[in-house]
Nanobody, 115 residues
Framework: QVQLVESGGGLVQPGGSLRLSCAASGSIFEINAMGWYRQAPGKQRELVVDITSGGSTNYAGSVKGRFTISRDNAKSTVYLQMNSLKPEDTAVYYC?????????WGQGTQVTVSS
């Protein structure tokens, strides 16, 4: 079992920045990949970025160059630095952790980009 707690969402103006955090607890040594998905109103959940235990990353094209994921294994935490935010980035952002091909999910944190 893995528990995930997200923080850092909020309201930001276009062009602004936010940093999301996701702290894992429980069976953290079994975690392989971690990452972030997002879901906008009326849309399907989509992958934003993930990072393997070895540090390999996979970004969605829409965020490449603007978002950066990092992983602190000592703290069992992943971070998502989001820069140059756009209104279309508005969504609920969900952290996930993959253990033996099963995904655990956080509760989600709202990110709203609006002037």
């Amino acid at each position: 079992q893995v528990q995930l707690v997200e923080s850092g969402g909020g309201l930001v103006q276009p062009g602004g920045s936010l940093r999301l955090s996701c702290a894992a607890s429980g069976s953290i040594f079994e975690i392989n990949a971690m990452g972030w998905y997002r879901q906008a109103p009326g849309k399907q959940r989509e992958l934003v970025v993930d990072i393997t235990s070895g540090g390999s990353t996979n970004y969605a094209g829409s965020v490449k160059g603007r978002f950066t994921i990092s992983r602190d294994n000592a703290k069992s935490t992943v971070y998502l630095q989001m820069n140059s935010l756009k209104p279309e980035d508005t969504a609920v952002y969900y952290c996930y952790a993959e253990v033996a091909a099963y995904n655990y999910w956080g509760q989600g944190t709202q990110v709203t980009v609006s002037s």
